[in-house]
């Protein structure tokens, strides 16, 4: 399984963006895609899962409410909608893939098999 991340950039606060995550193969059928988050000087940490099949979404709480993570399974793609941001999402966005997670595995990165290469999300105040 390989990912391609894309999506990041600039945006004011109150803004919105769409992060995507490509994945090659097979990665929806029976994994687990998370997005997490790494801020300079931070541990990297969940924002937010899905997994097809078993019909869930799971998200943080600095995410719920503001956040949106789907799948478009025909393009092999998850999306990470992103609205009312602040700088506090500044950071480095990561998509990874992990074997059909159970929902208390999905937090850890560790749970996670494949990465994508990250992409710069920068809030401005």
């Known amino acids: 399984v390989q990912l391609q991340a894309s999506g990041g950039g600039l945006v004011q606060a109150g803004g919105s963006l769409r992060l995507s995550c490509a994945a090659s193969g097979r990665a929806f059928s029976g994994y687990t895609m998370g997005w997490f988050r790494q801020a300079p000087g931070k541990e990297r940490e969940f924002v937010a899962s899905?997994?097809?099949?078993?019909?869930?979404?799971l998200y943080a709480d600095s995410a719920k409410g503001r956040f949106t993570i789907f799948g478009d399974t025909a393009k092999n793609t998850v999306y990470l909608q992103m609205n009312s941001l602040t700088s506090e999402d500044t950071a480095v966005y990561y998509c990874a893939a992990g074997r059909n997670l159970i929902s208390s595995s999905v937090y850890s990165p560790l749970q996670y098999t494949y990465w994508g290469q990250g992409t710069q999300v920068t809030v401005s105040s």
């Open positions: 899905f997994t097809k099949s078993r019909g869930r979404t």
